[in-house]
């Protein structure tokens, strides 16, 4: 099986190629632009984008991740790609510095159409804690400040460490099990 994952993120793309790769599923990567509107939810955020592009695509995925703060009643959230580019980890860092309150979680929503099929959607999360300090090269996006046990950050981590915990793996893990169930044996 080959599908089309529609994203502009490489970190994301190489998350997928490895979680998939490993079952037997290639993917690649499709530019194809859509509308990533404004909502309340990653769900939502979705939901929208698959409406929009099942007129014009057959087959894909699509994926809508956000960074919750807890400390900050669950910022930036739906409004994280906004705030990394604005703010950046060190903005964040800032923001939190001297809190004692770190909790904070990834959530990662998964859009799969497949041709012929009604669009599904998985979602998963991952708990963890903002760091005191930027750590690691790896990864991308908040990866370096964002500890899902308190030790080393995500971007500390390998790629296939990073996907046995983090929310877009779990997400993934749900996404394989739908298409199993969907595509038969
Ligand atoms: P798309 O084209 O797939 O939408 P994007 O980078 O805009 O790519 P999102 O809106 O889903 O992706 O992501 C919101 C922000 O959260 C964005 O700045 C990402 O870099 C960041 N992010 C998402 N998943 C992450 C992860 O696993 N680790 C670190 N940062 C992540």
Same mark, same amino acid.
């Given at each position: 099986?080959?599908?089309?994952?529609?994203?502009?993120?490489? /970190?994301?793309?190489?998350?997928?190629?490895?979680?998939? /790769?490993?079952? /037997?599923?290639?993917v690649f990567q499709g530019d194809v632009p859509y509308d990533e509107v404004q909502a309340d939810t990653l769900e939502e955020v979705v939901e929208k984008g698959m409406e929009e592009l099942k007129q014009k695509e057959d087959s894909f995925i699509i994926d809508d991740s956000g960074l919750f703060i807890d400390r900050f009643h669950g910022f930036p959230g739906v409004y994280s790609a906004y705030a990394?580019?604005?703010l950046g980890n060190e903005g964040v860092l800032k923001l939190m510095a001297g809190e004692r309150r770190r909790s904070a979680r990834f959530e990662c929503c998964?859009?799969?159409?497949?041709?012929?099929q009604e669009p599904f959607l998985v979602s998963a999360g991952c708990q963890g804690e903002i760091l005191e300090e930027a750590r690691g090269a790896g990864g991308f996006g908040f990866d370096p400040i964002f500890s899902a046990d308190g030790g080393r950050s995500f971007a500390e981590l390998g790629l296939e460490e990073k996907n046995s915990?983090?929310?877009? /793996?779990?997400?993934?893990?749900?996404?394989?099990?739908?298409?199993a169930e969907e595509t038969g044996p």
């Open positions: 099986m080959r599908i089309k994952v529609i994203t502009s993120n490489e /970190g994301k793309m190489r998350e997928y190629g490895q979680a998939l /790769g490993v079952l /037997g599923i290639e990394l580019k604005t998964i859009g799969c159409k497949l041709a012929g915990i983090s929310h877009r /793996g779990r997400a993934i893990a749900k996404l394989a099990e739908r298409l």
